[in-house]
């Protein structure tokens, strides 16, 4: 048998800091109210020359180096992005050109916001179980400030920048032991961002029905949850950590008590991250792989989901 496995992490925030506080001069709003309903502190915002690709190369070449790859030992690269720098070339080309190297398959992919990057992952671990490449490159890489607006006080206070990368490569034991997506397009009104006009994709900013999508996230990750741990045979005592999609710490404890996990055992990083859309699971998974929390041979369940609505976990030996 021939599995993937995680080989490397990265993870790049911008510089500029923008806090619940400057916030209060902007919207009205309060840091209380931030940070009562969402846990979130403070997010970070990309410079006016950065964008989705600056951000991609930094955190992919911190995940090659902890590989110890090189970038033409990559095979695939798979960029998840809602917040492209351009419609084409896609975003994973202009990385591959800022790489150095050429000939790779490279897309990006948009499942939706903030579950693309489940997607990218098991799309890179389906790859390499059948054998057709040896190492992907999967980045989030997302430049939410740039499409939200900054005068909705419901949105705006939600989301920040930032990329993640995983570089995942061919093992014989496991490894990533199983992924699952999902997706219901009849949801599509809880959060959506449309195009200006499709001549000129100029994007208008996010709307969001955040009660209802809010209410949706919980059932939908209950029921991921228990998928995933049947289709392993697992137990909820079996996992070692919870790395999720960073959207609301309310979300995040709901889901830890569905699983039975206490608070330590779940990556959270949203209250200085804020929700960095497809970028937030690679982001948590680094930073917790860095710090020492995350050791191998752990069990990791990821999960994530975002318009469309689209979701997906993983579950993975590390
Ligand atoms: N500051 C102060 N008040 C605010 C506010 C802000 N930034 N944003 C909204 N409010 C107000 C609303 O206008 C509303 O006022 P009203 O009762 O006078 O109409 C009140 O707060 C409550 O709004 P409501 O939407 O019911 O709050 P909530 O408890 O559902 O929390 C969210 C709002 C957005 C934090 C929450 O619904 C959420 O996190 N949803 C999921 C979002 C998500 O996951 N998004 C990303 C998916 S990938």
Known sequence: MRYSKILGTGGYLPEKVLTNHDLEKMVDTTDEWIVTRTGIHQRHIAADDENAVTMAEQAGRVALEAAGLKPDDIDMIIVTSTTPHMVFPSTACLLQERFGISGCAAFDLNASACAGFMYGFSIADQFIRSGMIKHALVIGSEVMSRVVDWTDRSTCVLFGDGAGAVVLGPTAEPGVLSTHLHADGKHKDVLYLPLGNNRTPNLE??????????????????????????????????????????????????????????????????????????????????????????????????????????????????
């Open 205 to 318: 900013s996010v709307k969001m029905m955040g009660n209802q999508l809010f209410k949706l996230a919980v059932n939908i990750l209950g029921d991921l949850f228990d998928e995933t741990l049947e289709a392993n045979q697992m137990q909820k005592s079996d996992i070692d950590w919870l790395v999720p999609h960073q959207a609301n710490i309310r979300i995040i404890q709901a889901m830890a008590k569905k699983l039975e996990l206490p608070l330590d055992r779940v990556v959270t990083t949203l209250d200085k991250q804020s929700n960095t859309s497809s970028a937030s699971i690679p982001l948590a998974l680094d930073e917790a792989i860095r710090d020492g929390r995350i050791q191998r041979g752990q069990l990791l369940l990821m999960e994530g989901f975002g318009g469309g609505l689209a979701w997906g976990s993983a579950l993975v030996r590390y």
